[in-house]
C-alpha cells in the first residue's frame, strides 16, 4: 500500500500560481500511476490530470490544457500539479490519487487517495 498526503493549497488572488505537492509513503511510487482530482463544494469529484509511472506520458482534462503541469519525481516519492493563470472556478479541495495501473483518468479506477488540500481562488 502507499500512503499519499497533500499539501501546497490556499488562498491566491485570480490569475496567480500555486505549486501543490503530493508526497508518497509506504510502497515506492514508482510503481504507480498518479493522478491529481478535484472537488468543489456540492460538485462530483473530477480529473485533473494524470502522468504515467516512468513520467513520459501525461495527460489533462481540457478545461486546465496549458495552465496545469503534472510531473513527478520518483527518486523522492513526490508527484506536482504546477497551477498557473487561476481562475476562481479553480476552487477546490484537490486529491491526489494512486493507481495499479499505468494511466487512469476516472477516479474509480484509482486505489488510494489523499486527504486532500484545498485551493481557493479569489477574484
Known amino acids: 500500500q502507499v500512503q499519499l498526503v497533500e499539501s501546497g493549497g490556499g488562498l491566491v488572488q485570480a490569475g496567480g500560481s500555486l505549486r501543490l505537492s503530493c508526497a508518497a509513503s509506504?510502497?515506492?511510487?514508482?510503481?504507480?500511476?498518479m493522478g491529481w482530482f478535484r472537488q468543489a463544494p456540492g460538485k462530483e469529484r473530477k480529473f485533473v490530470a494524470a502522468?504515467?509511472?516512468?513520467?513520459?506520458?501525461?495527460t489533462y482534462a481540457d478545461s486546465m490544457k496549458g495552465r496545469f503541469t503534472i510531473s513527478r519525481d520518483n527518486a523522492k516519492n513526490t508527484v506536482y500539479l504546477q497551477m498557473n493563470s487561476l481562475k476562481p472556478e479553480d476552487t477546490a479541495v484537490y486529491y491526489c490519487?494512486?493507481?495499479?495501473?499505468?494511466?487512469?483518468?476516472?477516479?474509480?479506477?484509482?486505489?488510494?487517495w489523499g486527504r486532500g488540500t484545498q485551493v481557493t481562488v479569489s477574484s
Open positions: 502522468i504515467t509511472r516512468s513520467g513520459r506520458s501525461t
Open positions: 490519487a494512486a493507481t495499479d495501473s499505468d494511466y487512469a483518468a476516472r477516479w474509480s479506477d484509482y486505489d488510494y
Open positions: 509506504g510502497r515506492t511510487m514508482s510503481t504507480y500511476g
